[in-house]
Structure formats: C-alpha cells, structure tokens
C-alpha cells in the first residue's frame, strides 16, 4: 500500500493478470465522489493488465476525476 497525498492505495489482482487499485482515505473518512455526488468507504479502479497501471489510475482518480 502506498500514501498519495492524503489517500492510501492498494494494488488488488483479481485473478491472472486482472489488477485494480483500491483507493482509501488516510484519516479514515469515506470518500467522496463529485459526479454523482455520492460516499465510499473505498473506490476501485477499472481493471488493467498491470499493478502498476492500476496505481496510475488511481493517481489521476484523485488528482483529476472528482474524487475529494
């Protein structure tokens, strides 16, 4: 699990080769969506091929798709 600034994520396979990355608050707190408006206690991404572009992923989730 890796700090993104003030997110925790987790790289998750979900079988060979299937890999998302789950997305958290560091304080705890649910996370919250722009659009729709809506609470999380974790987000994950889509699924890729990699671990690696899975964190990416999640890295422009929180830095420009709405997640605060």
């Given at each position: 699990?890796?700090?993104?600034?003030?997110?925790?994520?987790?790289?998750?396979?979900?079988?060979?080769?299937?890999?998302?990355?789950?997305?958290?608050?560091?304080?705890?707190?649910?996370?919250?969506?722009?659009?729709?408006?809506s609470e999380h206690t974790y987000l994950d991404t889509k699924p890729t091929m990699s671990a690696e572009e899975a964190e990416e992923f999640a890295k422009e989730g929180i830095d420009f798709g709405g997640i605060v």
């Open positions: 699990m890796i700090r993104y600034k003030q997110y925790h994520i987790q790289r998750v396979e979900h079988g060979h080769g299937r890999w998302t990355a789950r997305i958290t608050r560091a304080d705890g707190q649910n996370v919250r969506t722009i659009l729709p408006a």
